[in-house]
């Protein structure tokens, strides 16, 4: 079993940056694809971006692309996302998740079968 743990959420003001962790334990974590989605109130679960399993590919949602960066540790089980020139239309919980896949673009929420408790960030303006 997959245990994912968001961190390094918070409060920043528009136009700042802030980078979130999601730590792996338990089960196989590096031959998978990881996606990073986040969720407003009221809103449903948004894909924002994802990695292969040996960071060869990357995919972006549009709302998020050219500001937002995500990269992964294999040795240490982490996969990072660096969000840069943030709006407040940002804000949100975000998740990690693990594929169900290695390689591929998985957007929707059923490809990924473990998830994190999420992390929250807020973007003032």
């Known amino acids: 079993q997959v245990q994912l743990v968001e961190s390094g959420g918070g409060l920043v003001q528009a136009g700042g940056s802030l980078s979130v962790s999601c730590a792996a334990s338990?089960?196989?974590?590096?031959?998978?694809?990881v996606g990073w989605f986040r969720q407003a109130p009221g809103q449903d679960r948004e894909f924002v971006a994802t990695i292969s399993w040996n960071s060869g590919n990357t995919y972006y949602a549009d709302s998020v692309k050219g500001r937002f960066t995500i990269s992964r540790d294999n040795a240490k089980n982490t996969v990072y996302l660096q969000m840069n020139s943030l709006k407040p239309e940002d804000t949100a919980k975000y998740y990690c998740?693990?594929?169900?896949?290695?390689?591929?673009?998985?957007?929707?929420?059923?490809?990924?079968?473990?998830w994190g408790q999420g992390t929250q960030v807020t973007v003032s303006s």
């Open positions: 338990g089960g196989t974590f590096s031959n998978y694809a």
């Open positions: 998740a693990r594929s169900k896949y290695g390689l591929g673009v998985a957007t929707r929420p059923f490809q990924y079968n473990y």
